[in-house]
């Protein structure tokens, strides 16, 4: 099988190329994303493999299924940026639906630990040894709320570790977990409770922008959001006016609504055109990282075993356990 690898970075390469000799494939690795202008250079592959700021549309799938391509390999969990309808009967669709849920989990709270306690302008303090407190007061979670958004296994590893801290833990799902030991409570009464939140769904045209101006008007005063799963899941405009209204103690976001083309790049000798990015970076109490929740060695490793094992399965007419469907589109 030849498989055409696109946004690929050097770690990708330390992962895919030994495992991909491995299993016999032929793969070529390209830096640039995928998208209609670069779809022309699948020509000649079996399948292509893409990241989270790739797209594939309409357009393109006709394009790839004209070209012969068979599948379409997802290197993430998330599917929400091609169109799987279009694809459905012309060119496979598989994923990575789990990789390493702890990875993504530990670093919400990462996130969530930094925004309430400061520790990264504290790290830059001390370096010029200004050991000042002043503006570095957070809050206890010990006893606080915690709402998780998804219960999947992300969500899941969350919530333990939501209890390690001693807090109590509401959840969302539209499919509850019966197995869970959690208290599951509508999006409205999540909101209006919580102490903390934390996103860890998938994007559909249910959960765009569940985070709103009416849900963030619901939320307590001085509440901490952290969002490690998709960008959209927040209004980005909304969550500005709530953030100048003061009504965020902290906002950690890995993940951003417009992030295609800026995260896993380098912009730091450019100008940033984006300007609700760059209004977000204005606020002291916003951390904003690039798309990294998921990127720990276990989590890179697991990412390339499915990914290989998935397109092994379809060259060997093996059964597609991964694959998406349109059942799987809402």
């Known amino acids: 099988m030849k498989i055409a690898f ?8 330390i992962w895919f190329e030994p495992m991909g000799k491995e299993y016999g494939f032929e793969i070529r690795f390209y830096e640039v994303p995928f998208h209609e202008e670069t779809v022309s250079l699948a020509k000649g592959f079996d399948a292509v493999c893409i990241f989270v700021n790739d797209y594939v549309n309409a357009e393109m799938i006709k394009q790839l299924y004209d070209m012969h391509v068979k599948a379409i390999l997802l290197r993430s969990a998330g599917f929400n940026h091609v169109d ?27 996130m969530l630990m930094t925004v309430n306690r400061y520790t990264h302008k504290a790290y830059n303090r001390t370096r010029e040894f200004n050991m000042s407190l002043h503006g570095l007061m957070g809050v206890d979670f010990y006893r ?43 999006v409205q009464e999540l909101m209006e409770r919580s102490n903390v939140i934390s996103l860890h769904c998938p994007l559909t045209s249910e959960t765009k922008h569940l985070v ?15 969002n490690t799963s998709r960008g959209a899941l927040i209004d980005t405009d909304a969550l500005i006016d709530g953030l100048v209204a003061g009504k965020f103690g902290g906002v950690g976001l890995d993940v951003y609504e417009e992030e ?10 450019e100008i940033m055109r984006d300007e609700n990015l760059a209004r977000l970076m204005t606020f002291p109490n ?3 990282t690039s798309h990294m929740g998921f990127f720990t060695r276990e989590a890179m490793q697991a990412i390339a075993k499915v990914t290989l094992e998935n397109a092994y399965a379809l060259e060997n007419g093996l059964p597609l356990v991964n694959r998406v469907g349109s059942e799987a589109v809402k």
Do not use: H, W
Request: glycine share 8%.
């Open 6 to 13: 696109f946004s690929t970075k050097p770690y990708d390469r």
């Open 84 to 110: 799987v309808k279009a694809a459905e009967d012309k060119i496979q669709v598989l994923r990575v639906p789990s990789y390493s849920p702890e990875a993504v989990a530990e670093f919400a709270m990462t």
């Open 286 to 288: 916003v951390l904003i």
């Open 144 to 186: 606080k709320t915690a709402g998780i958004v998804g219960t999947g296994k992300i969500g899941q590893a969350m919530i333990r570790i939501c209890n390690g801290f001693g807090m109590e833990v509401l959840a969302y799902d539209p499919y509850p977990n019966k197995d869970l030991d959690v208290e599951y409570v509508s």
């Open 212 to 226: 709103n101006a009416d849900t963030i008007a619901k939320m307590k005063d001085g509440v901490y959001l952290v």
């Open 260 to 269: 295609e083309g800026i995260f896993y790049e380098d912009k730091s000798n």
